[in-house]
């Protein structure tokens, strides 16, 4: 072994020239690091100086030139695959900013997590969608007043990122998804609402959950169960509650056969005015930020004799009658009207037939009050097969086929005013999965405002009455289908669950509220 080593030794200490040696790692050291700069994404300059943005984003390239500014604040988001960063460039603290990004960067990395790259901008980029986001952004939310909570709100639904497909939301029914996914998102994330505790039962904190005025009193119970919307601290309120029932108001206060609605209008006017004089967040904003829910008939017309009530506060109103002043369309809510025979068992009977299933082209039956019922009883009754209208049905025809049956076995289920401009048979309609006809001139469609009704509904104008098998008839079997199935799919917004859940009924009229309050901002607040 040693006479092996001995000549090896000799080589390396003789026979070697250590500075060439040397002299050449040097030379390969060097061209490395050259060829790894010359890959970095930026000059060396700007990583000493402007480190570079390693950011993910959440939405397609045509949406990246929608990138909108906040407010400069330190530390609002962490990094993670869908939370964009939030950088200005314009900004006095930009080297510490940037290199606060850096460091989350790097926090980041070491976790772990995969992000992609996108260009740095001179604009703030927006922030992620909230299932995503780490805490700060609700600890950020928490920080702000409510005005300035809501102006973030709105202005991120301005440029909502974009939503090609979700398990929870069929794009066709909506007339933008995305910006109503991004709403609803925002909803759960930040509104909170005060409920007013005056008052005393039957009229207020009774709601009344049987009939076709049961919408109101689904509502108030659940909203004054839930622990995620309620605030008991009324200074952190976006939306002040008037928990009274008008199915209620007029049980108790209603003289029969008087029609006289003024007990009940001066009864309203009196506790709002105690409200203002008792608390001073009626007229921080005069009731514009306060909202009540009706389904009564009567709702409208209980509001008169209190301007404010019946000017700025937002109503959510079965009545959603445009005609008469009272609604306003874009402000105020239209609220469903719903049926519900056992309060227990509110989803009884859900669900229909085949297209296949249903040899009625057409259907109702009802009682003929109002101006438009007798008519389609006049142009249609008896006059064709396929086109089934009756009064009241009658005895001999529901123990043959039941009312359910009957919209269970149509292709469409026509909806036409009575009284009011509102029926419950739209809904109705809906949990059959029958297309629903409606025929009612001046009535505000409910979530018009988010919903693509074309897609799963026909209107039909009064003056059209004569026409209506003609425009029933004119409809594709192909798009006919599509309705129907869509129809299906729009089930789940127009349900009462006992324990709300996503999307549901209790959420959507929630949402048209949040939705209408998010309208009344002025852009100056905004900006």
Not at 165 to 184: E, I, M, W
């Amino acid at each position: 072994m040693r006479k092996l080593l001995r000549p090896i030794l000799v080589v390396l200490l003789f026979r070697i020239d250590w500075k060439k040696l040397f002299f050449i790692g040097a030379i390969l050291t060097l061209f490395r690091v050259v060829v790894q700069i010359s890959t970095l994404p930026h000059p060396l300059t700007e990583w000493s100086l402007f480190p570079s943005l390693d950011v993910s984003s959440y939405r397609n390239s045509n949406h990246e030139k929608k990138l909108r500014e906040l407010p400069a604040r330190d530390n609002w988001f962490n990094i993670s695959q869908h939370a964009p960063l939030v950088v200005s460039i314009n900004s006095t603290d930009r080297l510490s900013q940037r290199m606060q990004v850096l460091e989350k960067q790097e926090q980041v990395s070491r976790q772990g997590k995969h992000r992609k790259h996108v260009t740095a901008v001179d604009k703030f980029i927006s922030p992620p969608p909230v299932r995503n986001v780490s805490n700060n952004l609700p600890r950020y939310i928490a920080s702000l007043t409510p005005d300035e909570a809501l102006a973030y709100a709105r202005r991120e639904i301005e440029n909502a990122p974009l939503v090609r497909d979700d398990q929870g939301l069929h794009t066709p029914l909506f007339r933008n998804v995305s910006a109503f996914k991004r709403s609803y998102e925002l909803m759960e994330l930040i509104l909170k609402v005060y409920i007013y505790k005056e008052g005393k039962r039957p009229i207020f904190h009774q709601p009344y959950l049987r009939g076709i005025y049961s919408s109101e009193g689904w509502f108030m119970k659940l909203m004054e169960e839930s622990r995620h919307f309620v605030t008991r601290d009324p200074e952190k309120a976006h939306l002040f509650y008037l928990p009274y029932s008008a199915r209620q108001l007029q049980r108790v206060l209603y003289v029969p056969n008087s029609h006289n609605l003024k007990p009940l209008s001066v009864f309203l006017r009196d506790y709002v005015n105690m409200l203002a004089a008792k608390y001073p967040f009626w007229n921080r904003t005069r009731g514009s930020n306060h909202f009540l829910v009706a389904c009564h008939d009567w709702g409208p017309y209980t509001l008169k004799d209190h301007e404010e009530l019946s000017r700025n506060t937002i109503k959510a109103l079965c009545n959603a009658d445009i005609s008469e002043g009272i609604f306003v369309n874009g402000k105020d809510v239209s609220l469903p009207e719903t049926t519900i025979r056992n309060p227990r068992r509110p989803l009884r009977n859900l669900g229909g037939k085949r297209v296949s299933q249903r040899p009625i082209l057409a259907f109702f039956a009802g009682n003929m009050h109002g101006p438009v019922r007798p008519k389609l009883l006049k142009y249609w009754k008896d006059k064709d097969e396929s086109i089934k209208i009756y009064g009241p049905l009658p005895h001999r025809v529901s123990r043959v086929m039941s009312y359910s049956e009957h919209m269970k076995s149509s292709k469409f289920c026509l909806c036409p005013m009575g009284y009011e401009v509102n029926s419950p048979r739209i809904v109705e309609a809906i949990y059959y999965e029958c297309v629903p006809v409606i025929i009612a001139d001046d009535f505000a469609l409910p979530f018009n405002e988010v919903l693509n009704w074309s897609s799963f509904s026909l209107v039909v104008a009064e003056k059209d009455i004569p026409r209506l098998k003609e425009i029933l008839l004119s409809i594709p079997l192909r798009r006919y289908q599509a309705m129907q199935n869509n129809v299906k799919m729009l089930q789940k917004h127009f349900l009462w669950n006992s324990t709300p859940s996503r999307y549901d009924l209790f959420h959507m009229i929630l949402h048209s509220i949040w939705f209408s309050r998010l309208n009344q901002l002025q852009v100056s607040q905004i900006s």
